[in-house]
Nanobody, 123 residues
C-alpha cells in the first residue's frame, strides 16, 4: 500500500484545515487507517484512527472534539478534518495503514506509512 498525504498549510489559530490521504491498491477497506504527527523537537504522537469499515474511531485526548477522521473506501481516501486549530497543533502530519488487529494508538502496529504534510498554526 502506498500512501500520500496532502492538504497541509499555514493557518491562523482558530482556523480549519482538512487533510487527505490517498492510498493505492484495491483492498483499502481491509486497512485501519491512522494519523500521526510530529511537532518540532517532539516525538511522533498518535492523533486519530478509523477502522477499515469506518465503524469505529479513536482520538488522542488533545484533539477530541476538534478533529474528525473519516474515510471513503470507494475513493481509497481517509480524511482528517481539523477545526479550532491551536499553535500546538503545528506538526508534520502523516497517515499510516494497519493491516492487522485494531491497535490504533501505537505507531509500531502500522504497516505502511506515507510522507507527511506540514501543518503550521500561527498565533
Amino acid at each position: 500500500v502506498q500512501l500520500q498525504a496532502s492538504g497541509g498549510g499555514l493557518v491562523q489559530a482558530g482556523g480549519s484545515l482538512r487533510l487527505s490521504c490517498a492510498a493505492s491498491g484495491r483492498t483499502f477497506s481491509a486497512y485501519n487507517m491512522g494519523w500521526f504527527r510530529q511537532g518540532p523537537g517532539k516525538e511522533r504522537e498518535f492523533v486519530a484512527a478509523i477502522r477499515g469499515r469506518g465503524d469505529s474511531t479513536s482520538y488522542a485526548d488533545s484533539v477530541k472534539g476538534r478533529f474528525t477522521i473519516s474515510r471513503i473506501n470507494a475513493k481509497n481516501t481517509v480524511y482528517l478534518q481539523m477545526n479550532s486549530l491551536k499553535p500546538e497543533d503545528t506538526a508534520v502530519y502523516s497517515c499510516a495503514a494497519q493491516g492487522n488487529s485494531w491497535n490504533p494508538t501505537n505507531s509500531w502496529a502500522y504497516d505502511f506509512w506515507g510522507r507527511g504534510t506540514q501543518v503550521t498554526v500561527s498565533s
